[in-house]
């Protein structure tokens, strides 16, 4: 049997015992994890060495290695993480309604665990301690496939999680790690529908689309993000100005970033200049179509692909439009999904943005910058879902569980 | 452009109109539709009678032609199915909860279609106005390819849909059907992701399958149903044994039919002879282990496949266990996680039952035939889910929408 099948079989098997867990187990098992971390440091540590030696050996380019990189701060800041986790109030067992139906039948709906949770991720090890924390908090065995750049990190900081389960009498099956980092593998996994209940890709956009065109396990898509901000004609241009730079600049590299801003031709000759001085006073490169271009010169011309990409990084995209119908015609064409903000004072305007624009999130007078588990208030965040079936937009612990319904009767049976 | 494409793009311009639309609105279009097949009923009737002559040219089995077949009766019911429907409340534009955050965002989560939904069903037209309704009164766009088998009653059928809502002024785009009925259209339609927010799949074990090895857009897998009935030691033998009937034979076709008896040794003895007497009164073929067949000679010999098959049948197989124990990992080893059940006195063992099965539907001294949107007070089902993601057990309208977050703010920029 392969390795996929013999972890398969035995996360299935652990999930069982995990669903069954009560909050104050699963917190000594979290607990249990985050000292072991600690503890261990030096040797998660010199396993992340041979992994970033190898990486400097293969030419791999100096984000990646830095992505790959921990340090003591880092496994300190992975324990911490943990420690929140444990704080947070856990989901699993709620009775959401029970309704007793004419029949005497009373029918439930509980929040259940997933069952087994598949991560495919890249070369970041502090996902593994993350995924791990929030699937074993939400009663969920987890199977892990990171990047073959950290397997030596991944392997060490697994190890040391089953351990430590392990130290207070807890299924150390809870979590896993494909060590066989083959492209071949990874498309097996995506394809164990009988072991794995749903599977989450963690990383850019290359990895999201692989695992949505090849997985047959269910998929919760996360991630890119061409998000845009509308100024509307009846704009605060201060406080537009202000949120765009925020959007842009604060974070340019991250899916909730602005890539693109829309703009109403009453308010563009005023805007626009102020709007792009301040955009490249923040080295930011601007592109636009040609009303843009008549008003600010030195702005270069977009391309109809602009609008389209995620630049993810200190560049954005301006189209003027003639109305507020122009306006979310284009944004629900060209977005992915995710976080669109309209800035204006105008209240029908404010509301037709609101129901009409087709995102996960929708802001009116924000920055998009805070579409984000810890922002919303959720205490965690495993991604941040663009599609529309079981979670859209920051996904906390609720998201990693199900329902299942419950029915007590006395003997009824079906007319 | 194919025609799936020029049917994405007018589906998908479509729902943003759908999705704006008032629930009077939406019940005006729902009650011309209810009006329009019984008006056109002879149309209707006509196109039917086409394809029940190629079925029989074809020698298509008479069950598939019986479900093909439509009649005065049939149209008239399929009509009152509407009328039914427009009376359910709109889930459309519920705000679940609305919380502001301590830098003063206010941030909800609302209700909202999920856009356009794709409904790939077999030979039963009823299914084409059912669908088209449920999608409907939702705000969603649908698009559906019915079987070969059905195709002149399907087109008809929308024609006339599409008549009835252009009569009130909607928009038609609202319902489509994929006139190519070839398996190549069938497969190039589960990977219109560009177009399609969700997939359906209605129909048998294969077609389901196929949908799901098939997909890169987002399956509701519904269906399977290998339910089992645990017959506990401290069972009520005649509330077990009235249970068991009406679960395997009151409609042994459908999902929720019991397949599979598990029977505690304790009670073995006094259950069995009773239960398989009246399960061959009633003509149940029924297949046990060793340790059944000790009890009761006439009991056939049950492979290992045995437990593992929804035989949508009068037929039935046992298995006598040693503890409840034994009984949940049977369960949870050969069930497709649909609907099952307890039949116990026994407070420990029925909460433990509920705890530990997983399945869309655990029932305590009840017949698993009740999971159904009906039963459960939905007033309409769209499938019932079999996966965890989104949906789990039957689906009605609420299953057929998913959420925005919508955020107010006042300049909030993130620090």
Known sequence: MNELNIKGIEA????????????????????????????????????????????????????????????????????????????????????????????????GQKVVPLGVIGIIYEARPNVTVDAFALCFKTGNAVILRGGKEAINSNLKIVEIIKEALESVDLPSNAVSLIEDTSRETAINMMKLNQYLDVLIPRGGAGLIQ????????????????????????????????????????????????????????????????????????????????????????YVNEASEE???????????????????????AHINKYNTKHSEAIITENYSNAKRFMNEIDAAAVYVNASTRFTDGYEFGFGAEIGISTQKLHARGPMGLKELTTTKYIIYGNGQIRK
């Open 210 to 297: 692989a695992v949505v065109n090849n997985s047959t396990v269910p998929v919760i898509e996360t991630g890119v993000g061409n998000c845009h901000i509308y100024v509307d004609k009846e704009a605060n241009i201060n406080m537009a100005k202000d949120i765009v730079i925020n959007a842009k600049t604060q974070r340019p590299g991250v899916c909730n970033a602005c890539e693109s801003l829309v703009i109403h031709e009453d308010i563009a000759n005023d805007f626009l200049p102020i709007m792009c001085d301040e955009l490249s006073k923040n080295n930011v490169d601007i592109v636009g179509d040609t009303r843009t271009r008549d008003i600010v010169k």
């Open 12 to 107: 299935k098997k652990a999930s069982y015992l995990l669903s069954q867990l009560s909050s104050i187990d699963k917190n000594k098992g979290l607990k249990a994890v985050a000292n072991a971390l600690l503890i261990n440091k030096d040797l998660i540590l010199e396993a992340n060495k041979i992994d970033i030696m190898n990486a400097e050996k293969n030419g791999i380019k100096g984000s990646l290695i830095d992505r790959l990189t921990l340090n003591s701060e880092r496994i300190k800041s992975m324990s911490e993480g943990i420690e929140k986790i444990i704080q947070l109030d856990d989901p699993i067992g709620e009775v959401l309604s029970m309704k007793k139906r004419p029949n005497g039948l009373e029918i």
């Open 306 to 328: 602009d609008y389209g990409l995620e630049y993810l990084d200190y560049k954005i995209s301006i189209k003027v439009v003639n109305n507020i119908d122009e306006a979310i």
